[in-house]
């Protein structure tokens, strides 16, 4: 049997890994065409 308080981080731990995980995905489609314009550049340099 969980106590109150153990309910409460558990549901305080649930709401912060999804609020990282928000942030993560937004970071990652954001710099989406950051990295693109990089390989672009990197491959332009090659030839």
């Known amino acids: ?3 109150d308080r153990e309910e ?3 549901r305080k731990n649930i709401r912060l890994a ?3 995980g928000a942030f993560a ?3 990652f ?3 989406f065409p ?3 314009n ?3 550049m990197i491959g332009n ?3």
Do not use: G, P
């Open 1 to 3: 049997m969980t106590t």
């Open 8 to 10: 409460d981080s558990r």
């Open 18 to 20: 999804l609020v990282l």
């Open 25 to 27: 995905l937004l970071v």
């Open 29 to 31: 489609i954001t710099s």
């Open 34 to 36: 950051f990295w693109t």
């Open 38 to 40: 990089l390989f672009k």
């Open 45 to 47: 340099q090659a030839r």
